[in-house]
């Protein structure tokens, strides 16, 4: 069996910025495009609070909800079709279940919890694996890789963000006004910004790109520019 490779010889890009930012679209792309792994850590904030629900845990019980997101077992699948990515919590494929703004609103709530946070740390390391990885959350570069040697944030408009995730939840067919979304989008920040632990907020060695108005593959040029600038 070879060697494992240590984790300071494996590359890491982290993509941190508030909901609506391009960050999810933007990491896959330029994980395919590097050839690297993805972590989407948001999925894993949704999977627990998803997890918390089916369990009727009270989200407020720090202690109950952080054995649950050490518990719950929370896996991506490829579907092999080219289609979107699975999140399958405990068994269950909850991809659809966890994309809705309540699921984003319940993964919020959970992620304000510390003893959760530390709960899930080494669920996000084990995503180090050669010959990289593109991590996309809040957190990435501040806490969870601070090593990394590739950090981007990515903001836009509150009024683009709302936009974007109006079209993402209309084309999944959902029911969703563009003023509610501006509204929960805001909130969602707003608490992810101040929270305690972990707040949003770009690492000091962050390229921070403003994707206001830019099209997608302009943003991906640059993104990709920060990994090959050496
Ligand atoms: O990125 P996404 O919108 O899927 O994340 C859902 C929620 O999970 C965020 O609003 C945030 O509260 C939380 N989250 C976090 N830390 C991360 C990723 C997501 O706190 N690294």
Known sequence: MPAPVPDAAIPVLTIDGPSGSGKGTIARAVADKLGWHMLDSGAIYRAVGYA??????????????????????????????????RVVVD??????????????????????LP?????????????????????????MGTVIFPDAAFKVF?????????????????????AVTLASLLHEIEL?????ASRTVA???PADDAVVIDTTGRPIATVVAAVLAVVRKD
């Open 115 to 139: 003893e959760v946070r530390r709960a899930l740390v080494d669920k996000q390391l084990a995503f180090r694996q050669p010959p990289g990885l593109v991590a996309d959350g809040r957190d």
């Open 52 to 85: 918390t629900a089916v369990r009727g845990l009270d989200p407020s019980d720090a202690e109950a909800v952080a054995r649950c997101a050490a518990d719950t077992r929370i896996e991506f699948r490829d579907p092999g079709d080219g289609g979107d990515t």
């Open 188 to 192: 969602r920040d707003a608490r992810d």
């Open 154 to 174: 990515l903001t836009a408009s509150p009024a683009e963000r709302a936009e974007r995730r109006y079209k993402q939840l209309k084309a999944k067919g959902l």
């Open 91 to 112: 068994g269950v494929d909850a991809t659809d279940a966890i994309r809705t703004e309540t699921a984003g609103a319940a993964a919020s709530a959970v992620a304000a």
């Open 199 to 201: 707040p949003l907020r």
